[in-house]
């Protein structure tokens, strides 16, 4: 009798034990520095993004949250490695349109982006601006603008980072609610895009504004429109699209982060309020309106929502317009 009552005692003092670990180590994460795979390259407006709310997300969590950079094939890249990655919260990935929503539309991904990953938070929106040569364009208006681009169907360029990017998807989107009808011009990068839009080469763009803000205030190009249902914090003076007749169209780059598939409720939990108090900090919100972002956050459960929402929006738009890979 005394052997049961000592072995009982015994085991469960190891379960107490064994219990006890588990609210311990909860409390303890992160007890080491947090990696944070940025998909595209160094010096992007992503990238930038990035690092801004990682800085303040370090601070936050008393751990580093270092950015590693693993671009190819449109964001691909990187974020498969992230979806290999072990899920105790050590490894993250920077979401963007790119590798969650419009690349599975466009062709094949070596991860599922719904099955793959948890979402955590939104972090910020990159608006798009309608921007044009104005000795190419000579327009002041969105609707001196689709009447000039009708009056030449097919000879009006327009440029973007390359395909399936968020400008060549606003514009493809535009030519579809607008009527119009455009040409796509890809560029494998936005310093010859900038060159040739102030030159006159390729006069029309549906840039991010951080891509364009230094012609913009040199006064080299000439802004229609943001793309997004408010005005931009980086661009007041700027209309909507809305405000100038063109309803029931809104496009926009946002980013987010987001942990592999079976990463502890509870690191979601605790990475996704420190996310939102970060994003929430008037220093990073100062820091993102400067290079042209909007902050933006919001719950897993809210991102998850929106994933769904974009990836059936985009595969619409992207069959409606005909985008192809090849």
Known sequence: MRQS?????????????????????????????????????????????????????????????????????????????AA???????????????????????????????????????????????VVNPD???????????????????????????????????????????GTQMSHVPYPSGSQLAIDLVSGEVPVSFQLIPNVSSQLAAGQIRALAVTTKARSKALPNVPTMAEQGVQDYESYAWFGIAAPKGTPQAVIDRLNKEIVATVADPAVQKRLIEIGVEPDSSTPAEFKAFLAEESTKWAGIIAKAGIKLN
């Open 84 to 130: 290999k990655a072990a899920p105790d919260g050590y490894t993250l990935v920077f979401a963007a349109p790119g590798p969650f929503v419009v690349n599975r539309t466009l062709g094949g991904l070596p991860y599922d982006p719904e099955k793959d990953f948890e979402p955590i938070s939104t972090v910020a929106k990159l608006v798009n601006v309608l």
């Open 136 to 178: 190419k364009i000579p327009v002041k208006t969105v609707a001196e603008f689709i009447a000039f681009v009708k009056s030449k169907p097919g000879q009006i360029n327009y440029s973007s980072v390359g395909l399936g990017s968020s400008q060549h998807l606003a514009a493809a989107y535009f030519d579809i609610v607008a």
């Open 5 to 81: 009552i000592r072995g009982l005692v015994a085991a469960l003092a190891a379960f107490a034990a064994v219990a006890g670990v588990q609210p311990a180590s909860a409390q303890a994460y992160p007890d080491r520095a947090i990696k944070l795979i940025m998909p595209f390259g160094a010096g992007s407006a992503s990238d930038s993004i990035a690092r801004i709310v990682a800085d303040g997300l370090s601070a936050r969590l008393g751990q580093r949250v270092v950015v590693e950079n693993r671009p190819g094939a449109g964001g691909n890249t990187g974020t498969a490695a």
